[in-house]
C-alpha cells in the first residue's frame, strides 16, 4: 500500500517541478483574469443600477460568488489535461504504462493536483493587486458549516472536472481529434455550471433539471456553498448525494473507456 502510494506521490513531486517551470504562464494566466473580473463588475454593475438585488441578492454577494468561482477555476479546473492525456495516447507514449504497475488514471490525478496547486496559488497574485477596489464588495458568509460542506463539494468537483477531461481523453482510441468534443463541453459547462451567470436567476424548472447534471456539481455549486448563494444545509448535503453519485459514475465511464481502449489500441498494433 505504501509503496503503491510513493509511485503516484513520485508522480505529484514531478507533475509540481514540471508545472514550476511554467508558473509564469500560470501567472499571467492569473492577471489576464482581471480583465474577466473588470467585464464581471461592469456588467453586473450595470445589471444592479436600476435594482437592489437580483433573484434575493445584492451586488456584493453576486461579485463575492464571480471571485469564488475564480479562485475555484484556478485550484480544480482541468485546463489541458484532456489534451494532454489525448497526445500520449497518439504518440504511443501511454505504452510505457502497460509494462509497469501503474495506474494511468492515478497518474494523470497527481500531476493534476500538482498543477492545480501551482495554479492556485498564483491566482492570489492578481487578486491582492485588485483587493483595494474589490476587497469593500465582497461579503463572504460565515457559517463554519459551509466550510465543513465546502471542501468535500471541492473535492467531488476536482473529480469530476478530471474524470471529465480524462473520458475526453479517452476518446482518441476511436477519434484523431477530441478538439470538437472539448470545445462542445466546455460550451455546456459556461452556461449550466454557473460560469456565465449564477444558475439560481435561471428559471426554476432548468434549475431544478440542472441539479441533476454532472456540469451543476463542477463550479456552481461549491461555489454556491461558499458564497452563501445555498442556505439550507439539508440542501447541501443532499446535492452532495448526487455529486457522489457523478463521481462514481464517471470513475466507473473512465474505467470502461481505459479498458475497451486498450483492447482497440493493442488490436492496431499500438
Given amino acids: 500500500m505504501v ?6 506521490r513520485h508522480a505529484f513531486l514531478v507533475g509540481l517541478q514540471s508545472n514550476l517551470v511554467y508558473r509564469m504562464n500560470f501567472a499571467v494566466r492569473g492577471f489576464f483574469s482581471l ?3 473588470t467585464v464581471v463588475f461592469i456588467l453586473w454593475g450595470a445589471a444592479f443600477a436600476g435594482s437592489t438585488n437580483i433573484g434575493g441578492f445584492d451586488f456584493a454577494q453576486t461579485l463575492t460568488y464571480f471571485v469564488t468561482l475564480l479562485v475555484l477555476q484556478f485550484f480544480i479546473g482541468a485546463f489541458n489535461e484532456d489534451y494532454q492525456i489525448s497526445e500520449e495516447i497518439r504518440n504511443g507514449l501511454i505504452n510505457q504504462f502497460l509494462l509497469k504497475p501503474i495506474n494511468y488514471f492515478a497518474y494523470r490525478f497527481s500531476i493534476y493536483l500538482a498543477a492545480r496547486l501551482v495554479s492556485g496559488a498564483l491566482i492570489f497574485l492578481p487578486l491582492l493587486v485588485a483587493w483595494p477596489i474589490l476587497g469593500g464588495y465582497l461579503t463572504f458568509p460565515h457559517e463554519w458549516w459551509r466550510l465543513a460542506l465546502g471542501l468535500p463539494a471541492i473535492m467531488m468537483s476536482a ?9 475526453f481523453g479517452m476518446l482518441t482510441f476511436w477519434f484523431l481529434e477530441i478538439q470538437g468534443f472539448v470545445i462542445l463541453s466546455m460550451a455546456v459547462e459556461t452556461v449550466l455550471g454557473g460560469q456565465m451567470f449564477p444558475l439560481d436567476l435561471m428559471p426554476a424548472w432548468i434549475f431544478n433539471i440542472a441539479k441533476f447534471l454532472p456540469f451543476f456539481y463542477q463550479m456552481y455549486f461549491p461555489g454556491a456553498i461558499l458564497s452563501g448563494r445555498i442556505n439550507e444545509p439539508a440542501q447541501i448535503i443532499q446535492g452532495l448525494g448526487i455529486q457522489l453519485c457523478w463521481v462514481l459514475a464517471l470513475l466507473a465511464l473512465n474505467q470502461l473507456l481505459w479498458v475497451r481502449g486498450l483492447r482497440r489500441h493493442t488490436a492496431v498494433g499500438g
Fill in 159 to 167: 473529480l469530476i472536472q478530471f474524470s471529465i477531461a480524462y473520458c
Fill in 35 to 37: 480583465f474577466h473580473l
Fill in 3 to 8: 509503496a503503491a502510494l510513493n509511485k503516484y
